[in-house]
């Protein structure tokens, strides 16, 4: 797909799903840390579990340092409704002990940095640099942006980093944040997994998997 239509998509989604009337249906957070570690809360989840357990969270436990230095049996008991608990408690400890010892408790601006952390991929990593730091190094690639990417003819490839490379060459660096969110929207809504309700999609004339 060329760069012109892939612009005709980004700005029918962007008619469709107008993100500044739409913030409270994904992860609240307020500074850079509980971005990271909201964002870790959220795999293999939806955003609605991670906010209904991060305000208990971040009440007890506000910067990394007092993380670091929870049990991690008081935080799986806070964390449980997000799913693989046991997993997301061990890692956003050890993040929160990693921030704390290495970056005075600060969330390092940096990819590299970023992935270096327990539990943070490059999606992961994507997300925070964009979303705490307003600075887009990629678009974040989960199922929804996978499943539409290929839906769409977008990319060939399965692979989250070369779907994420291909994604990077056909839209501008300034959308790539919203192109991430848009495409959670419209999968949730329209394109989902098993049923997609393509009667209704605004991306029907584009659609590779309708014309199968």
Known sequence: ???????????????T?????????????????????????????????VNAVTPEL?????????LAHAKQEDV????????????????IIATAQ??????????????EQ???????GRKTANIVMSQAFSQNEGIAVDTHVKRISMRLGLTSHSNPDSIEQDLCT?????????????FIL?????CNAQRPKCEICVLSSYCVYMSR
């Open 98 to 111: 990693m921030l704390t010892l290495e970056f005075s408790g600060e969330v390092p601006a940096d990819m």
């Open 76 to 91: 799986e008991a806070i964390i449980r409704r997000t799913g693989f608990y046991r997993s997301k408690a061990k890692n």
């Open 170 to 182: 056909v839209f501008r660096r300034e959308w790539w944040e919203e192109i991430n969110a848009l």
């Open 17 to 49: 799903y107008p993100l500044a009337e739409m913030r409270d249906e994904f992860l609240h957070f307020q500074t850079p840390f509980q971005s990271l570690i909201a964002t870790i809360l959220s795999a293999q989840t939806t955003d609605i579990s």
């Open 58 to 66: 971040f009440s007890r436990y506000p910067i990394a340092t007092d």
């Open 114 to 120: 970023l992935q270096r952390l327990p539990g943070v």
């Open 186 to 190: 419209h999968g949730r809504r329209v």
């Open 1 to 15: 797909m060329n760069s012109s239509s892939a612009e005709e998509i980004f700005r029918i989604l962007q008619s």
